[in-house]
């Protein structure tokens, strides 16, 4: 089977399962969520998503196995993310970017798929010299919601930077996690299509080293 990550965006969005389609815990404040319809709860996660790629860029991944998406990932400043202020570690540390909430279909679990979507998020947040991500993390072991499995964030390389006994927030340092190096480039490879440093010219970006685009 073929699978491979790629920028998320709107279309993307259709082919997502409920609740995952319909989700604005992160997005929206509790009274706002509130006030919406399922529909409406659709439209505004696309006129969100639309309006963070527009203003900020890239704000998540997903991945496709032999075309059909089967899972995503999202993350954005904080500010973007207004759902994260109602958590009880919040608020997240200013340099950090949240990784806020992932999902991958329940059949293709535990096959390595998060992880790369992972990977991808951190390969582009390396890229446009972002230091750190931050997420928090669900010790309850649900496999459904909107806040991740604190388990998978420690399984992907997050660390505890606040804990809590059902809301710890973790982070993942970028620059400092060397034993990311080798996986960011071949996240890389995955998203872009690139080959290997030792074949085209390279440039430092942190710790890592990638392949350029020229």
Do not use: N
């Not at 203003?55 to 999202?74: A, E, F, M, Q, Y």
């Not at 919040?90 to 340099?95: F, M």
């Not at 293709?108 to 230091?131: F, I, Y």
């Not at 890389?188 to 010219?201: C, D, F, I, Y």
Request: charged share 25%; glycine share 8%.
């Amino acid at each position: 089977m073929s699978r491979k990550t790629a920028r998320l965006t709107v279309d993307h969005l259709a082919e997502l399962a409920d609740p995952v389609r319909s989700c604005l815990f992160w997005e929206l404040s509790p009274v706002d969520r509130a006030r919406l319809d399922h529909d409406e709860r659709i439209a505004e996660k696309e006129s969100w998503l639309s309006t963070v790629l527009r203003d900020w860029g890239s704000c998540g991944r997903v991945v496709r196995l032999d075309g059909r998406t089967v899972g995503h990932i999202v993350y954005a400043p904080a500010a973007r993310l207004p759902g994260a202020a109602t958590l009880p570690t919040a608020p997240g540390s200013p340099d950090a970017i949240i990784a806020a909430t992932a999902w991958v279909e329940p059949g293709l679990r535990r096959g390595g798929l998060g992880r790369l979507l992972v990977q991808a998020m951190a390969a582009d947040l390396v890229e446009r010299g972002h230091s750190a991500i931050e997420a928090y993390g669900d010790t309850r072991g649900q496999t459904t919601g909107c806040v991740l499995p604190a388990e998978f964030l420690g399984g992907v390389g997050f660390k505890t930077q606040r804990a809590h006994p059902t809301t710890p927030r973790m982070r993942m340092e970028l620059r400092t996690a060397l034993s990311w190096k080798d996986e960011v480039e071949l996240a890389l490879e995955k998203v872009w299509g690139v080959v290997r440093p030792t074949q085209k010219a390279t440039r430092p970006i942190g710790s890592v080293r990638v392949a350029s685009r020229d």
